[in-house]
Structure formats: C-alpha cells, structure tokens
C-alpha cells in the first residue's frame, strides 16, 4: 500500500499491478495518484489495472493523470485497463470523449485479461 | 431575477475545498429538481471552473478569495434551472482566449474550459470591474422533449 489514498496491488510474477485510489481523485489528489502510476510503471509491466471502483468523482485533473499514465504504457508495451467506474466518472471521460481512448471494462476480473 | 442571490460564499484558494463546493452544487441542484446525473456534471463544470482559477489565476497561491453565488432560474412559476457566478481577483485575461483545447489531441491537461462548455448551457467570461475576471454559468433542467403531436395539440 503507498498510502491511505492509494493502494497497489502486486500480482506473484509482478508483471501485473492494480493501482486503486480510495476516494475522489481531483485536483487535490490526483498528485498522488500520478506518483503512484509513475512508480508502478517505473518497472517493466505486462499489465497495468487502474481500479476505480472506490472513486465516486473525478475531475479533468485526474483525466491528465490517467492520459499520461496511458501514453506512458503505450510507450512502454504495457496493456493499461480501467475497471469498474461509475457513471459519474464514466461521464467525464466521455464528455472528454476520451472513452474510445482507454480500455475500459465493467469488472476488476475482466480487467485481468481484456 | 432578483440581483442578489439565493446564495453567496467565499471560498479560499485551496483545492482541499473544492470537494464542499461539489457537494453544495449537487445538493442545491438536486432540490432544484435536476436529476443525478446532471447535478453531478454541473458540480464537475463548477469544480473545474474554480480549479482554472487556482491553477491559472491564482498559479496555485492559497489564501485568495473566490466568491460563488447561485440563483435559481424561474419560468412560469416554476425552477428552470440554476445560473452561478464565480468572480475572482486573480490577474485578468482577454476572455476570448478562454477556449479550451482541441479534442483531437490527445494529452493531458487543457479539458477544464471544454467540459465546463459542454456541460453548461451557457459559458461567459468577461473582465470585474477593478481587478479579477467573472465567469457565467447556466444549465437549464433537461425536460423530455414533447411528441410532436402532443405538442401540436397543446398549442390548439
């Protein structure tokens, strides 16, 4: 766990990482999910699961956070799924229309090989 | 509409508040009768607009006033929708530089004018007198549009 805001999961082999913010992600907190995704990106990664069913609001402040994150893993081969947003969240990525961008699937299970 | 409104508050520039300014949006929105979904788009248009104040206005510099009043908007006695201003004293910019960017590209940062646009039914900004700038919204209640025929004969 990085911290209270955060948590990380690590799958065995490592090549998988769940990052799961615990609240609301807007401009006063998306600075630490974006540290959270820089480090779990700072290694090589099959698969990056950001996990979003915690978050009940998001602002365009954590849209940047997740397009960088997504750039990155696009750099870098990594495969980087969201799962499990509400429908609140799912609006702003839409009015962004940044829905066609991500991978976005309902359930953390079908994240695991979308 | 009266001149003064329904509700006026001063807010710091300090991004832990914007969550209670969310939360006062949707809530006086919802008991205007705007449904779920719209409240929350227009507590996100009005938290993006006061975190362009923060970031681009104030450039992160706490402790500077923002002030937010609210009215709600009347038609034929009944609530139409609400009309917010969000007034500041951070440096003033030409207000038709206040576009947002293209959507095409895509990258980070750069969203916040584009969704308050698409949101809202109306977007203005222009210069306070003195110092600061003074950003308009409006959002009118969604109504489910009137059959055709329905509405022929509502006329008739």
Redesign the interface.
Known sequence: MADDLIQIERGDSGETVIVRPMA?V???RSPQLRSALRDSQSKKLQRLIVDLSEVG?M???G???L??AM?SAKRTGTRMVLCAMN??VR??FE????DQ?FVIVDELEAARSA | MSDKPDIRIELSSNPAYLSGARELISSVCKRLGFDDLTCSKVALAVDEALCNVIRHGYKYEEGKPIWMSLWPLMSDGEVDGIRLVIEDEADQVDPTHMKGRELEDVKPGGLGVHIIRDVMDEVSYEAREGKGMRLTLVKRIPRPAMPARLAKEATE
């Open positions: 609301d807007d401009m006063s609001y602002d365009s402040s849209l940047a956070t397009v960088e750039r429908e609140k609006a702003i009015i962004a229309r940044l961008f």
